[in-house]
Nanobody, 124 residues
C-alpha cells in the first residue's frame, strides 16, 4: 500500500512559479511510475504529467508542456512538479497519483494510488 501526500500549493500571481511535492510512504514507491492530475472547479480531473519509475522518461499534457517539469528523488520517496509561467487557467486542485505496477513507463495510463490534493490558485 502506498500513501501520497501533496504539498506546496498556494496563491501566486500570473507568470509566477510554484513547486509541488508528493511525498510517499512505502518501500516500493521508487519502483512506481507517478503522475500529477488537476481538477478545476466544475470540471473533470485531467492528466498533467507522468514520470517513469527511475525518472528518465516523462510525458506531459499539451497545456503544460514547456512550462511544467515533473521530476523525482527516489532517495526521498518524493515526486515534484515545478510549475512556471503560471496562468489563471492553471488554477485547480492538483493531485498526485502512483501506478501500482512495478517499473511502469511514462506512457501508461494506469494509476492505483491517489493523494488528497493541494490547491493552486493563480491570480490575474
Amino acid at each position: 500500500q502506498v500513501q501520497l501526500v501533496e504539498s506546496g500549493g498556494g496563491l501566486v500571481q500570473a507568470g509566477g512559479s510554484l513547486r509541488l511535492s508528493c511525498a510517499a510512504s512505502g518501500r516500493t514507491f521508487s519502483m512506481y511510475a507517478t503522475g500529477w492530475f488537476r481538477q478545476a472547479p466544475g470540471k473533470e480531473r485531467v492528466f498533467v504529467a507522468r514520470i517513469n519509475w527511475n525518472g528518465d522518461s516523462t510525458r506531459y499534457a499539451d497545456s503544460v508542456k514547456g512550462r511544467f517539469t515533473i521530476s523525482r528523488d527516489n532517495a526521498k520517496n518524493t515526486v515534484y512538479l515545478q510549475m512556471t509561467s503560471l496562468k489563471p487557467e492553471d488554477t485547480a486542485v492538483y493531485y498526485c497519483a502512483a501506478d501500482g505496477a512495478l517499473f511502469g513507463s511514462a506512457w501508461s495510463s494506469r494509476f492505483d494510488y491517489w493523494g488528497q490534493g493541494t490547491q493552486v490558485t493563480v491570480s490575474s
